[in-house]
DNA sequence: TTCTGGCACTCGTGGCTGATGAGTGCCAGG
DNA sequence: CCTGGCACTCATCAGCCACGAGTGCCAGAA
């Protein structure tokens, strides 16, 4: 077990290392933190450290800078969140008030993330798996030709044309449609299937195959839908770094433009609280050395969505995490209201 | 004027210097070119053109690379537009054959684009300016609340919630929807706002607020999506020039993030044939490094959106508008068919 | 006139060297 | 267990020099 000054010794490497991006040496930490030892003692400590994984030393006789592992003990122990200050959050409530529907509050979010925390900023769109359904429209376009319009409870919209087997008439829609409301709304998307299982054979026989498929093509878009999208913004924050990691910049920038690595990335988010995924911990090679500061977000209690940034393992964790919780939160109260 | 075999040394040069991203000289360019004179007479011709400002010495006695001038000429006089091979066309087709939606199609058309040039691909999204109105929808989610659905002919779908001064019945909505539909189905959004114009007029007095208030969303809507989105891809291409401007990178990714930058990019394409815009020509500075080729697409022989690429100057110009020019034919083609 | 070969000159690049100094490990003594 | 001292390591940087690609110019050939 460490003892309570070489935790100390290790906060104090990680917090010089991340403002002055060098390794950090024993004379020179003794000299900007109160430590009360000399530079020799701080030295033998150091060398435990590095032992124990948490420290690495680029060199023979360089300073030394944190290991994946020292920047999660840094995170599991001896750091907070660092909430933001009145300002900020008046200014994030601000911004995000502004948005006019739903694609424009994660559009915002993302640049107010990235803005805030000056690293790349990722925000999945709220998901639609935990979703209800608010309205289902069917407008005939012609004879045989239906167009099916899909409403949210978040306010997204998604349509699919339909081609019928047969031509429809505007009773039998008009029908389709009261009974189809009816069943699903308020409902959520995994219920829908079970919920309009046998609708189809309380029709006419001869509007049956119609019938059913408007509802495959229902049910094939609530499943497409699910597939959740994700939006990247701040890109430009990369090349802050890159004097740090000029040659990583290039898998991460690959990385990031995978929409699939990301929802993965997002995906072994918890549920609740602020989750910290630093350098190897993060499946994707290419992100192997960049940290992931995300958040699940939502309207309930319940998380709809989740976003977060990426950014250099040497980043400043508890400031992050601070900015991702607050936005996960305020974004999370301006759903609720809408 | 210049003579043809200035014209044939210039084209050396600037094919020379795409291909090894090196300042060219005079023995270099006799080597790999049939040009049938000497070295010396090369360097004379190159005394000229750099007189004339299309070629330029990073420093004295160093090889030539071609300016911003230099590739205009090459573009303008000298390069034509290669061709994609036959097993490309078949690819791009197949590719954007399988979009099931105008996102997908977006999205398709973007990845396709970038890794066909290996550049950034940018790809507006259809305007709706010149588009049509499908059909719009009115839905009654509250007393007096109701969801705004406008369907357009490109497949683009857009809602908006209204908050009226009274409650709606479901006779007026019914009403208001049709004769609202009998009015701008079909028409262009640039002519809805005089078609409907009078409609408040012709409901009951109670309704006049109700319906002028839907009104004003419609047209409001019209207008905001008016405005433009664009999708961008390939920025980790962007690397592989990094060693060419590696202090540039940063400005352009920030450009790029900027939709408005991009949209006013757009702006400037002509309505037919590749446009090639070079280095400077480009208004905003953080893109001076760079040309943009760019070109209209659309369903019909009307352009209704722009697509194109970034690149370094330094580009493969006749592969690139080659790439541009049949993407877009083949998008078009994808949008006539839907 | 126009092209060519030759020649002196420029200047960025890359390899080498030595000084500098930050940082280390170790050890003996408090 | 901490501290001061000491010898050692090694990346960085400035200075230096040789190299060679590339140039401009000029006199002579075509």
Do not use: W
């Not at 024993?26 to 430590?35: I, W």
């Not at 429209?137 to 167009?147: G, K, N, Q």
């Not at 069943?183 to 006419?204: K, M, N, Y």
Request: charged fraction near 25%.
């Amino acid at each position: 077990m460490l003892s309570e000054r070489r935790l100390e010794v290790l906060r104090a490497i990680v917090q010089d290392y991340v403002g002055t991006e060098e390794p950090v040496g024993s004379k020179a930490l003794t000299e900007r933190h109160r430590l009360g030892v000399s530079p020799a003692t701080v030295r033998n400590d150091m060398a435990v450290l590095e032992e124990e994984g948490f420290i690495h030393q680029p060199y023979t006789s360089a300073g030394r800078i944190p290991t994946d592992k020292g920047y999660r003990l840094f995170v599991d122990k001896l750091a907070g969140v660092k909430p933001l200050t009145a300002a900020e959050r008046r200014a994030i409530q601000n911004f995000l008030d502004g948005a006019v529907d739903l694609d424009d509050v994660v559009a915002r979010t993302v640049r107010l993330l990235a803005q805030l925390t000056r690293q790349v900023a990722v925000v999945q769109y709220p998901s639609l798996t935990r979703s209800t359904v608010r309205h289902v429209e069917l407008l005939s376009l012609a004879p045989a030709r239906v167009m099916l319009v899909l409403i949210t409870d978040t306010g997204r919209v998604e349509q699919r044309l339909v081609d019928c087997p047969a031509p429809v008439g505007e009773t039998v829609l008009a029908d389709l449609r009261a009974r189809l409301n009816s069943r699903v709304v308020g409902h959520r998307f995994s219920d829908v299937p079970s919920l309009v299982q046998d609708l189809a054979e309380s029709f006419e026989h001869d509007d049956r195959p119609t019938v059913s498929t408007v509802l495959a093509t229902l049910l094939e878009t609530l499943v497409e839908e699910t597939e959740e999208r994700i939006m990247l913004g701040g890109t430009a924050n990369l090349t802050r770094f890159n004097h740090d990691f000029p040659l990583t910049i290039r898998p991460v920038l690959e990385a990031l433009e995978e929409q699939v690595v990301l929802l993965k990335l997002l995906g072994e988010v918890k549920d609740s609280g602020v989750t910290v995924r630093i350098g190897h911990e993060n499946a994707h090679e290419g992100l192997s050395s960049t940290s992931v500061v995300a958040m699940g977000y939502g309207s309930g209690d319940e998380a709809v969505a989740r976003l977060g940034v990426v950014g250099p393992t040497r980043m400043d964790y508890p400031g992050t995490m601070g900015a991702v919780r607050a936005v996960a939160r305020y974004v999370g109260q301006i759903l609720a209201e809408s």
